[in-house]
């Protein structure tokens, strides 16, 4: 959808530069997207999930080890698409 917004300039070349993106559209849906991620997180932490802690502790394995498991895993390049330039 086309539409005329004002948007400080300055503010949407940083965070195209900084996030690498490839158009002001792309740089504003992300911007959306997070902010709307970032309410139903809110949303889902007040509410909460539904479970007493003490179901919360019985829907873990007690063998299970974290540590164990992690050293298993091959390593991987931290960060993402749009990560900040600094961490690439």
């Known amino acids: ?16 530069e900084r996030f690498g993106f490839s158009s002001k559209t792309e740089a504003v849906e992300m911007a959306l997207r997070e902010m709307d991620r970032k309410a139903r997180f809110k949303e889902v932490v007040s ?10 502790k019985n829907a873990v394995d ?5 540590l164990s498991m992690r050293a298993a895993e091959s390593s991987v390049p931290y960060g993402s698409k749009y990560g900040s330039k600094r961490s690439r």
């Open 1 to 16: 959808m086309k539409m005329t917004m004002h948007i400080d300039e300055a503010l949407l070349n940083r965070v195209i």
């Open 47 to 56: 509410k909460g999930i539904g479970v007493t802690p003490e179901e919360m």
């Open 62 to 66: 007690p063998d299970y080890d974290i």
